[in-house]
């Protein structure tokens, strides 16, 4: 909403930071390390994504909309969803069947990795405790996410 204002979002924001000091006792105490670093990297994703245009304009165009399906689900397990679907969205002249191929893929894929999607951390650190030495291996991970990201890819594709 204050995208365009940036004076009266950081008015509202330290309005926010000064409640929340205030009443400290009364709200849970703040997250503002992680916060900050999702902000940063999603800064850094606008101001250089704009610069990848280039290369990747003639190769993602050039893909038939399953190719970047699965090109989107396997790149997935190694790169960030925001940043696979906010490159894509920088190509011009695709169809809107492969935009929905490449969104699609990142999400069916968004499973197959602790590091690259944000959720997926928060959800080791509540199931780490289940397993030996309190660890989740890549491998283990791996296995275990290939039965619902083959469930979700093949309701991507057939619905």
């Keep these: 909403m204050l995208a365009h204002h940036p004076v009266a979002f950081l008015a509202l924001f330290l309005l926010f930071l000064g409640f929340t000091q205030a009443y400290e006792r009364h709200q849970d105490p703040l997250i503002l390390k992680e ?18 245009r280039w290369w990747l304009q ?23 969803n925001a940043a696979l679907t906010y490159l894509g969205s920088l190509i ?19 499973g197959l990795t602790v590091r690259a999607n944000a959720p997926n951390p ?3 650190a509540l199931l780490k ?11 283990g991970l791996l296995l275990g996410a290939l039965g619902p990201t083959a469930v979700a890819a093949a309701a991507f594709l057939l619905f």
């Design 35 to 52: 916060a900050l670093l999702v902000g940063f990297f999603l800064a850094g994703l606008v101001v250089l994504g704009g610069l990848q």
């Design 58 to 80: 003639p190769i993602v165009s050039s893909l038939e909309p399953v190719a970047l399906f699965f090109g989107a689900l396997g790149l997935t397990a190694l790169t960030d």
């Design 92 to 110: 011009t002249g695709i169809p809107d069947e492969s935009k929905y191929m490449l969104v699609a893929g990142a999400v069916a894929g968004g």
């Design 122 to 124: 928060a959800g080791v």
């Design 129 to 139: 405790r289940g397993f030996e030495d309190e660890s989740i291996g890549a491998g």
